[in-house]
Each structure stands twice: as C-alpha cells, then as structure tokens.
C-alpha cells in the first residue's frame, strides 16, 4: 500500500489485516501499531484493535470502520486468525 493524501483518524505501523472466520464472528479487522491518532484517543505506541473493516483501500491506504478511517504506513500483513487468537490480540496485542 502506498502513502495518500486522503482524511483519516488514526495512522498505523506494523499492520495486520485480519481476517477471522469462526463459530463465533466473522470479518476483518485492522491491527496497528499507533504512529500518530488525531483525535487523541490513543498514544503514540499503543496498539490498536479495530471493529469489522468496511472497506479497504490499497491505492489510498486507507481502511475504513464504521467510525474510523485508519491510514496503513508501510508493509503489513495479511493474516487469518481463529477466534481465540483474535480475542488474545484485541485485548493484550500479543499471542501469547
């Protein structure tokens, strides 16, 4: 994804989209490193868990929620994750 000029909330690092199919829930969400978050919810270095993704688009890098656009900085990630692993990432941004 390249870098772009459009409106977004929220920028991120070392990003994983991830894509989640299980008994329990199914979608996409964005997983980022927090570079810079104009609306001041996040600091620098946080991680951040994104609801379902809406769209995404790769020429803008950007990835929309239903509340947020999320601008993606350099190369990520592609991921499928069960729900489990999903729910260890949202709630402590590691695995393990």
């Known amino acids: 994804m390249t870098n772009n ?31 810079l978050d104009k609306t001041g919810r996040f ?5 951040v868990f994104t609801s379902p993704i809406l769209s995404i688009d790769e020429e803008s890098s950007i990835v929309k929620t239903q509340n947020n656009n999320y601008q993606v900085l350099g190369q990520g990630k592609y991921v499928t994750y069960n729900f489990p692993q999903a729910i260890l990432l949202k709630q402590f941004g590691v695995l393990s």
Do not use: A, F, H, T
């Not at 920028?11 to 570079?35: A, F, H, M, Q």
């Not at 600091?43 to 991680?47: F, L, N, Q, R, S």
């Open 5 to 35: 000029r459009q409106p977004y909330d929220c920028s991120v690092k070392d990003w994983l989209i991830i894509s989640v199919d299980d008994n329990e829930v199914k979608g996409r969400y964005l997983y980022g490193i927090v570079v």
């Open 43 to 47: 600091d620098k270095d946080d991680y």
